[in-house]
């Protein structure tokens, strides 16, 4: 029974589940979930304030802020430190690299959405948050999930990538391929039927067979 309960206190939220709803302090005021509902959040965690990786990523948050805010994306941080901590952070993060940071970030002390997201690994730190980033659509559904070491540093181009196909697959109804960039071609989802696969090769797209073609997006 113990190792059960365990098990279900660190179970991390899923892909195409509602995300863990919380209300939260931050260093912009007490702020929920439910808050940015209508708009794509990106919720990321970093291990400490006043850390050089996590300073870099700040700073490379920062620097693509605007970029998704004409994605309709909104942005907050995450770590296990004080308001106090966060506020004299990015006091600093401005003060000696010229950086205003632009996003609410989390004070989560007693690890409440923390363990609601599984941010925490055991493996590596019982008292850092790793590096995990969590996109949230305007519904409320958990789409994509990263979690990187905390040696590593996050690219932030990957995440505005990730974006972009997300919104390109919703609102066009395509899937996009490996390395894929905006204006490039997209997968059209496979046939499910024999007769529509038949139909396929006669509907112009560029197939290598029935079950790979890819388009052009228009506009």
């Known amino acids: 029974m113990e190792e059960v309960i365990r098990e279900e206190s660190v179970r991390l939220p899923r892909l195409g589940e509602k995300a863990p709803e919380f209300e939260a302090v931050t260093t912009q005021g007490k702020l929920k979930l439910s808050d940015f509902k209508g708009s794509w959040l990106i ?12 300073t870099t990523e700040f700073i490379g948050f920062a620097e693509i802020y605007d970029e998704l805010q004409k994605r309709n994306v909104h942005l907050m941080g995450l770590s296990i430190d004080s308001v106090y901590s966060h506020i004299s952070w990015v ?106 696969a038949e139909e396929r090769l006669k509907q112009g797209f560029e197939c290598k067979d029935w079950y790979f073609c890819k388009k052009k997006m228009e506009g």
């Open 43 to 54: 919720l990321f965690s970093h291990p400490a304030d006043f850390t050089p990786v996590c």
């Open 91 to 196: 006091r600093n993060i401005e003060e000696k690299f010229g950086i205003k940071i632009p996003f609410p970030v989390i004070a989560d002390l007693n690890k409440e959405v923390a363990k609601l997201y599984g941010m925490i690994m055991p493996g590596e730190s019982k008292t850092e948050t790793s590096r995990c980033v969590f996109l949230i659509d305007p519904e409320g559904i958990l789409r994509a999930m990263i979690y990187y070491p905390l040696t590593t540093g996050r690219n932030m181009d990957e995440i505005l990538r990730i974006i972009d196909a997300l919104q390109t697959t919703d609102k066009h109804h395509v899937a996009t391929p490996a390395n894929w960039r905006p204006g490039d071609k997209v997968i059209v989802p496979p046939p499910a039927t024999q007769e529509a």
